[in-house]
Nanobody
Framework: QVQLMESGGGSVQAGGSLRLSCSGSKYAFRANCVGWFRRLPGKEREGVMV????????DFADSVKGRFTISQERAENTVYLEMNSLKPEDSGMYYC??????????????????????????WGQGIQVTVSS
């Protein structure tokens, strides 16, 4: 099980932007689907966006479509989550995670974001994102 580390969280006013970074091992980025998850107050953990480092295939939750972008820097084994047009309802804990070996991001296709987590086994510690009105 590989370890991932998030950075870039903080506080921002509604309409603003934040850039989260997720750094992991070469193994995680070579062999796994890497994703961002969040847990909003009083709600279930849900997937946000995922990326398959080897192919750049991505998927996203409807709640962030058109506002968030996932990308990677292969040389640095880092995945980014660019969050724009942030809303107060985006506030919560954000986590990056990676699937087990040989499991591609295709497993998230066609299922609700609330069910993505079952395919991920390596998790970062999480970072707080707070969006004020």
């Amino acid at each position: 099980q590989v370890q991932l580390m998030e950075s870039g969280g903080g506080s921002v006013q509604a309409g603003g932007s934040l850039r989260l970074s997720c750094s992991g091992s070469k193994y995680a980025f070579r062999a796994n689907c890497v994703g961002w998850f969040r847990r909003l107050p009083g709600k279930e953990r849900e997937g946000v966006m995922v990326i398959e480092p080897a192919t750049d295939r991505t998927d996203f939750a409807d709640s962030v479509k058109g506002r968030f972008t996932i990308s990677q820097e292969r040389a640095e084994n880092t995945v980014y989550l660019e969050m724009n047009s942030l809303k107060p309802e985006d506030s919560g804990m954000y986590y990056c995670a990676a699937t087990r070996p040989r499991l591609s991001c295709e497993v998230t296709a066609g299922i609700r974001a609330l069910d993505w987590a079952q395919f991920f086994e390596s998790w970062g510690q999480g970072i707080q994102v707070t969006v004020s009105s």
